[in-house]
């Protein structure tokens, strides 16, 4: 059994905190189950080193932020506030705040090279979905946060999303979840409630009962907390996935309910 890559992705991503091991567990994981000879370098558009992508995932992450804050002219106080609330849900140290305060400063600037930095960074994550994935979600999060996705956010968003190879539907669902999120599934009006849950299910309401099962299970399956603690997930991050799993049960309750099914 091949484990060297996850503990060295492990002890990389912590660096960047609890956050970045998850993310560094993702990258020591490909690594096991793809090796490469000793000494070799990633074949062109293979990807590229976990250092190398960590590096860029982090910087671009916090640079791309700056930039969609500072489409409108003027970066708002709570654009800043979204930003350091993902320092936070990523638990950086002082100076990994620091680092990423730099980049988002560096991102606001009018000669930000945000096609380049994109292509970098889906270069080097080739293969890799679950980091663009990852990288996606953060950025919505900031921009909800930030302005809700008022102005010209939404669409330089949505060029970013394309550049990463999602889908106009893809994304939506990604702003979907975030929303769901931050209200409950169940906190919405009826219609919106069942709308939700198909979101977070990953389907829509054409979907047959039969399907419906299966979404729920699948997603059940791949979030639930101890399969993703017993693959490493760092202990503080439990109740974000303890969080996930209840929107999945939740939305699947509230879809059951409108069928009349359990």
């Known amino acids: 059994m091949q484990w060297q890559g996850k503990v060295l992705g492990a002890l990389v991503g912590l660096i960047f905190g609890p956050m970045g091991a998850l993310v560094g567990l993702v ?24 250092l190398e992508i960590r590096k860029v995932f982090y910087e671009t992450t916090f640079a791309v932020m700056g930039h969609l804050a500072k489409l409108d002219g003027r970066v708002s106080e709570s654009e800043i506030q979204a930003a350091r609330q993902v320092m ?7 100076d990994q705040v620091q ?17 380049a930095e994109i292509s970098r960074l889906r270069q080097l994550c080739a293969g890799h979905p679950q ?26 968003l949505q060029l970013v999303a394309e550049a ?13 979840m975030d929303r769901v999120r931050r209200g409950g599934v169940n906190s919405r009006p009826a219609g919106s409630a069942l709308a939700d849950s198909y979101a977070v299910l ?7 009962d039969a399907e419906v099962k ?7 399956s791949e979030n639930h907390p101890d399969k993703l603690v017993a693959r490493g997930l760092p202990e503080s991050m439990q109740e974000l996935a303890k969080e996930k799993t209840q929107r999945v049960r939740e939305a699947y309750e509230t879809i059951a309910a409108s069928r009349g099914f359990r």
């Not at 990258?27 to 976990?50: E, F, N």
């Not at 936070?88 to 002082?94: D, E, I, V």
């Not at 680092?99 to 096609?115: E, H, M, Q, T, V």
């Open 27 to 50: 990258l020591g994981h490909v690594y096991d189950s793809q090796p490469t000879p000793a000494g070799a370098r990633p074949a062109p558009g293979s990807g590229g080193s976990a």
């Open 88 to 94: 936070q849900f990523l638990q950086l140290g002082p």
């Open 99 to 115: 680092n990423a305060i730099a980049c988002f400063s560096r991102g606001k600037a009018p000669d930000y090279p945000l096609s």
């Open 131 to 156: 980091l663009l994935r990852l990288f996606m979600d953060l950025q919505v999060r900031a921009a909800i946060a930030g302005n809700d996705l008022v102005g010209p956010v939404r669409a330089r």
């Open 164 to 176: 990463l190879g999602f889908s106009a539907i893809e994304l939506a669902h990604i702003e979907m």
């Open 202 to 208: 990953g389907i829509n309401d054409q979907a047959s």
């Open 214 to 220: 299966k979404a729920y299970r699948r997603q059940m």
